[in-house]
């Protein structure tokens, strides 16, 4: 009998592996929806949807491996970066789903929430005011007008699989929706500054990406992120993650 792997558990939702089966566990029946929905509609490579029934979605593994994890070394060369940078326009680029994802928050309710965060992150000590203050100076940056793309909403490099310069698939799909593609971008290369070059030359050099733009969103979902992750029982203050993030702007 195979091994029950758990990938990652906290309060909200789980994810345990059985042999080439993923199971999410989610209390939120909404995020499992849209999970699905968005892999229908996203044209690049996603895993194979096995069954979906309340509060439990199973996915076939996908084949090859991960780009790396945040805190982490990278384990994919330049190319590989930059043919994750391309599957990731053409998702951009896509037709817009109807929902608004988590990368599309209006400015006044990311603007809220973000003072909201700067403000507990020094009252509860977790992090220096310093730190707080100049980084929100630095995420003001992201707090502009821009033109809405089908985003994922979560793309952290962990989610994407690349069997040696080819992607293979994107998982985790339950935060996106029409957002912000910058964000998409940041969240990327949020950690591994050294790739975001070959990222965006695999995005194209067509459009103008605002990279100040991009490191404004390092800033800001890293702020967001420190106390949700502290809570939920992991370290944002390891090497490479978000408290490092952070520091690297000042």
């Given at each position: 009998m195979d091994e029950v792997q758990v990938v990652v558990a906290h309060s909200e939702r789980a994810t345990l592996r059985v042999g080439d089966v993923f199971l999410k566990v989610d209390a939120d029946q909404a995020r499992l929806d849209v999970e699905v929905?968005?892999?229908?509609?996203?044209?690049?490579?996603?895993?194979?949807?096995?069954?979906?029934?309340?509060?439990?979605?199973?996915i076939a593994a996908l084949p090859g491996t991960t780009l790396g994890?945040?805190?982490g070394p990278s384990t994919g060369s330049?190319?590989?970066?930059?043919?994750a940078g391309a599957a990731i326009r053409k998702l951009h680029d896509a037709p817009l789903p109807p929902w608004p994802g988590r990368a599309g928050r209006s400015?006044?309710?990311?603007?809220?929430?973000?003072?909201?965060?700067?403000?507990?992150?020094?009252?509860?000590?977790?992090?220096?005011?310093?730190?707080?203050?100049?980084?929100?100076?630095?995420?003001?940056?992201?707090?502009?007008?821009?033109?809405?793309?089908?985003?994922?909403g979560d793309l952290?490099?962990?989610h994407v699989?690349?069997?040696?310069?080819?992607?293979?698939?994107?998982?985790?799909?339950?935060?996106?929706?029409?957002?912000?593609?910058?964000?998409?971008?940041?969240?990327?290369?949020?950690?591994?500054e050294e790739h975001l070059e070959d990222v965006v030359a695999g995005y194209g050099t067509d459009i103008d990406i605002d990279?100040?733009?991009?490191?404004?969103?390092?800033?800001?979902?890293?702020?967001?992120?420190?106390r949700w992750l502290v809570e939920h029982g992991f370290d944002p203050f390891a090497?490479?993650?978000?408290?490092?993030?952070?520091?690297?702007?000042?």
């Open positions: 929905e968005a892999m229908s509609l996203a044209p690049v490579p996603t895993p194979e949807v096995l069954w979906c029934k309340p509060s439990v979605l199973a994890r945040l805190g330049p190319a590989a970066w930059a043919a400015i006044a309710a990311l603007t809220a929430e973000l003072d909201d965060e700067c403000g507990l992150l020094v009252t509860n000590g977790l992090l220096p005011a310093d730190l707080v203050t100049h980084n929100r100076r630095v995420a003001e940056a992201a707090l502009r007008p821009w033109t809405p793309a089908f985003t994922h952290q490099i962990a699989f690349v069997d040696g310069d080819e992607v293979t698939g994107i998982i985790d799909w339950s935060e996106a929706g029409r957002g912000d593609a910058l964000y998409d971008l940041a969240t990327f290369t949020l950690g591994h990279i100040d733009v991009i490191h404004a969103w390092w800033s800001l979902r890293s702020l967001l992120a420190v090497p490479g993650c978000e408290v490092d993030a952070l520091r690297s702007r000042m």
